[in-house]
C-alpha cells in the first residue's frame, strides 16, 4: 500500500529520470588547459617568448606536450636553423612521455617524432633523422609518411636500395595515408637513379594503375556516402572492418620491413586521416552525442510505458469497499468481546504469567487491528487518488520524453547531413590528390621516354 510519502519518491524518482536538466555550456576545463590555451593566445599573436614562459610553468602531460609542439612550428617557420625547433620537440616528447593516457601518448610521440625526423631530414642530418623516423611505432597511421621519408634520407646518403625497401613497405598501405602517393612515385626514381630504366617505367606505369584504382574507391565511396550517410557508410563500417584483427608481433626484425596488419583497411585509413579534421571531430561527435540522446529517451520511455501499465493495473485490482470494512470492524468488535467474557469467566481462576502475557498481547492485536481498520475506508480512497495521480504523471512524463525524441531527431537529422557534406568534401579532395599524383607520374614517364629517345638518337648518330 503506497502512501503520501511513498507517492512523493517514485515522483521525485520519474523526474530525476525523464527530466532534462538544464547545464551550462562549457565545462569549467582544467588548469592545464587553461594555461595551454593562454600559451597558444601569445602564440597566435606573434608572441612565441611568452608563449614559452608559459609552458616552461606548466605540469609535464598532454597540454604542455602539444603548446611545445605547436611552438616547434612557429620556430620551424621564423628560423633559418631548425636547432630551436628541434629542442622543443624533445622537450614536447619528454612531456608527453608523462601523459597517463597511453593511446593519447602514443598518437602524440608519432606526431612529434615524424616532425623532429623531417626537420633533421630538411637541415641535411641524416642519421639523427632516421633515429626519429624508426622510433615511431608501426601501428601508427603516421607510419607510411615516416617510411616514405625515411626512404629520401635513405636515398640522400646514396643507400638506394634500402631507400626503396622503405618505399616499397609504404606502397603496402592504402593511399588514403600521407606518404603512400609519393612512394609509389619515389619507387620509380629510385628505379632511375640505379640504372635501371625499364623498371622504372614499368614502376611509374604501376603507379598510375594504383592512383586509377584509387580514384573507383573514392567514387564508390562517395556514392556509399550519398546512399548510407557517412557516419554508416565511413564511422561504422571503418569500425567493423577491423574487428577481431591480431595485434602486431613483437618480432625482432628491421623496422622499416617489419609487417602491420593495424592500419591495412582502407576505409580505415580514409576514415583517420578525415578526422584528423577538427571540424569533422566536432561533426562525427555531435552526431553520435545525438544518437545517445537518441537511445536513452527511448529506453525511458519505454520503463515509463511498463510503469503506467503497472500502476494502471493497480487501479484495476480490487479494493475493499465501505460494507467489507464494516463487515471487518464488526467481526473485531465481536472477537474483542468474547475475549472480555472468556477473561471474565477466568478471572478467579489462578493464571500463569505466560498465561496472562497472551491474554495481554491478544488483546493489543485486537485493539490495534480495530484501529486499522477504522481507517480502511479513508487509506483504500487515498491509495486510489495517489495511483491515479501517478499515473497522470508517468503518462505526461513518457509523452515529454517522446516529444523530445522527435526535436532530437530533428537535430540528428541535421548533424548527419552536415557530417554527409564535409565528408563528400573530404573525398573530392582526396580525388584531387589522386588526380595530381597521376599527373606526376606521366610527366615522370613522358620525361623518361624522351630521355630513352634522345639516348637512341645519340646512339644512332654515333654508329653512323
Not at 638506394?160 to 606518404?179: E, F, I, N, T, V
Not at 473485531?332 to 477466568?346: C, D, F, G, Q
Not at 495521480?389 to 509523452?399: D, P, Q, V
Amino acid at each position: 500500500m503506497l502512501n503520501n510519502a511513498g507517492v512523493r519518491t517514485i515522483m521525485v524518482a520519474l523526474s530525476c529520470l525523464c527530466g532534462l536538466v538544464a547545464a551550462s555550456a562549457y565545462a569549467e576545463q582544467p588548469r592545464q588547459q587553461q594555461l595551454y590555451d593562454d600559451a597558444e593566445l601569445a602564440r597566435t599573436r606573434g608572441s612565441s617568448e611568452e608563449a614559452g614562459k608559459i609552458l616552461a610553468g606548466m605540469n609535464e602531460g598532454y597540454w604542455s606536450a602539444v603548446g611545445y609542439l605547436n611552438l616547434s612550428g612557429d620556430y620551424a617557420r621564423n628560423d633559418l636553423n631548425p636547432s630551436r625547433a628541434l629542442v622543443a620537440l624533445r622537450v614536447a616528447l619528454a612531456m608527453a612521455d608523462k601523459d597517463a593516457d597511453a593511446e593519447r601518448k602514443a598518437a602524440l610521440r608519432s606526431r612529434i617524432l615524424l616532425r623532429a625526423g623531417y626537420l633533421a631530414y630538411k637541415s641535411s642530418e641524416y642519421e639523427k633523422a632516421l633515429g626519429f623516423f624508426e622510433k615511431i611505432p608501426l601501428d601508427s597511421h603516421k607510419t607510411p609518411q615516416a617510411l616514405y621519408f625515411h626512404g629520401l634520407v635513405l636515398a640522400e646518403q646514396g643507400n638506394h636500395r634500402a631507400a626503396m625497401q622503405s618505399w616499397h613497405r609504404a606502397k603496402k598501405y592504402p593511399l588514403a595515408y600521407p606518404g603512400v602517393a609519393d612512394a609509389w612515385i619515389a619507387m620509380g626514381r629510385g628505379y632511375d637513379l640505379s640504372g635501371y630504366l625499364g623498371q622504372a617505367g614499368e614502376a611509374y606505369l604501376a603507379a598510375n594503375a594504383a592512383y586509377e584504382g584509387e580514384r573507383v574507391t573514392l567514387r564508390k565511396l562517395a556514392g556509399q556516402i550519398e546512399e548510407e550517410g557517412a557516419y554508416k557508410a565511413l564511422v561504422l563500417n571503418a569500425r567493423g572492418s577491423v574487428s577481431g584483427e591480431a595485434g602486431l608481433a613483437g618480432a625482432k626484425v628491421q623496422w622499416f620491413l617489419a609487417d602491420s596488419r593495424t592500419l591495412a583497411q582502407p576505409r580505415m585509413a580514409y576514415l583517420l586521416s578525415f578526422m584528423e579534421q577538427p571540424v569533422a571531430q566536432q561533426a562525427v561527435d555531435r552526431v553520435v552525442g545525438l544518437a545517445q540522446i537518441m537511445a536513452d529517451l527511448e529506453r525511458k520511455a519505454w520503463d515509463l510505458d511498463v510503469f503506467s501499465t503497472a500502476i494502471a493495473g493497480q487501479l484495476g485490482s480490487p479494493s475493499y469497499s465501505n460494507k467489507a470494512s464494516e463487515a471487518l470492524i464488526d467481526e473485531n468488535a465481536k472477537l474483542t468481546e468474547r475475549l472480555s467474557v472468556l477473561l471474565e469467566r477466568v478471572g478467579g481462576a489462578q493464571l500463569t504469567p505466560d498465561q496472562r502475557l497472551l491474554f495481554t498481547i491478544l488483546q493489543t492485536t485486537l485493539s490495534d487491528s480495530g484501529q486499522q481498520l477504522q481507517k480502511l475506508p479513508a487509506s483504500s480512497a487515498n491509495r486510489s487518488s495517489n495511483l491515479k495521480t501517478l499515473l497522470t504523471e508517468a503518462r505526461k512524463l513518457r509523452n515529454q520524453s517522446l516529444a523530445y525524441r522527435e526535436s532530437v531527431l530533428s537535430l540528428r537529422v541535421q548533424a548527419e547531413a552536415l557530417l554527409d557534406h564535409q565528408a563528400l568534401e573530404f573525398v573530392s579532395a582526396q580525388d584531387k590528390k589522386m588526380v595530381f599524383a597521376l599527373d606526376k607520374t606521366e610527366q615522370q614517364i613522358a620525361h623518361l621516354y624522351e630521355y630513352l629517345a634522345l639516348k637512341e638518337l645519340d646512339s644512332g648518330e654515333q654508329a653512323q
